[in-house]
């Protein structure tokens, strides 16, 4: 157990070997935490669980530092897995412990464990005595499941906020102004970029709501990574930024090849782009780590992307793309798509469709040359990179 605050402990699991998360999805390069906190009051309070792996070694800590018995009441900001799954085992020592969350909560709770334990159903606003100190709740529904909830604790003023303002991110410390600050925002906009972009409009809103509230926030403890102890509102204010279409200016180009004249399309496309100091990032699709790519996707303005045709379509690792894009919804963005091709061409055209189809504005029309672009249309792709440089600015 770790003092955070005045009586409020983390109990929580670092997972520092963690490389890949929901799944085979998430590339987790720092690896992970599950923070579960332990609020000591008239009444002991347990906030979240661990991820079930993890669930015995969890328990025995919480039986070792404060007795499972003694544990009056258990709320659950999120039952996704990483933070609900030890609740069954937790549940199975201390069955009548009342627990605390929201309607969908609850649901979900009965859809992961088909057990009807004791719910106390909150909603934004409603706050429990427990002692010195109050809980308030703030649903935060799609952040990123209908069960997300944020739990105020009046007294230290710390705000549980579950896998908002989180990072997938394991280092020494637990806090914020003791770790490195370039890769803690490295995984807070990658956790964003990946989890949390589809919700970007909810988000927005859920910010200017948590500001209206004007609760004197001193602390951000979320459930992944390290809690936002010096400057807390720092992470809120990026929320706010990132969840209005944002962009940094850059452009991403990405491809598969199968012979490398893509590949050429592609280089040839980026002088271009330098052509007119655009800053662009280049990708082989089929060796780069999805999560990643999409981060950079999320901080581009500009994305344009290539391929062969095959089977009169696009290369596997590029279908896939296409469809994480349409998925993210991302705005505000443009595109336009490129490819060789041997005798049917379809894959630039398939690129290009789908990218309209994301939402993604298509800045010019699909740019394919026939087996090897020559000299002279390889000037023709510096041109195309040239004329999307310009529709960058428009
Ligand atoms: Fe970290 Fe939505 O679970």
Known sequence: MIEIKKNVYWVGVKDWSLRQFHGHELS??????YNSYLIKDEKTVLVDTVWDPYKE??????EKEVGLQNIDMIVINHIEPDHGGSLGYIMSKIPNTPIYCTKN????IKRHFHQDWNFNIVKTGDSVKIGEYELIFVEMQMLHWP?????YVKGPNVALSNDAFGQHYSPASLFNDEVDTCELYQEAIKYYANILTPFSPLIKKKVEQIK???LPIEMIAPSHGVIWRENPMQIVEKYYEWSQDYNEGTVVIVYDTMYKATKKMAEAIGEGLAKHNVMFKMYDNSITDQSDLLTELFKAKGMIIG???????V?????????????HKF?????????????SGEAAKVISKHLEEAGIKVAAEPIQFRYVPTDEELLQCVEFGESFAKALGE
């Open 331 to 343: 705005k505000n963005k443009i595109g336009a798509a490129f490819g060789s091709y041997g005798w």
């Open 105 to 108: 909560g609850a649901d979900i």
């Open 212 to 214: 209206a509230l004007n």
């Open 307 to 313: 391929s062969c045709t095959v089977n009169n379509t």
């Open 147 to 151: 069960d997300s909830l944020l739990t």
């Open 315 to 327: 290369l596997r690792s590029i279908a896939g793309l296409l469809d994480e894009i349409k998925g």
């Open 28 to 33: 987790t390069h720092r690896g992970s935490t």
């Open 57 to 62: 070694e969890f328990a025995e800590r919480l």
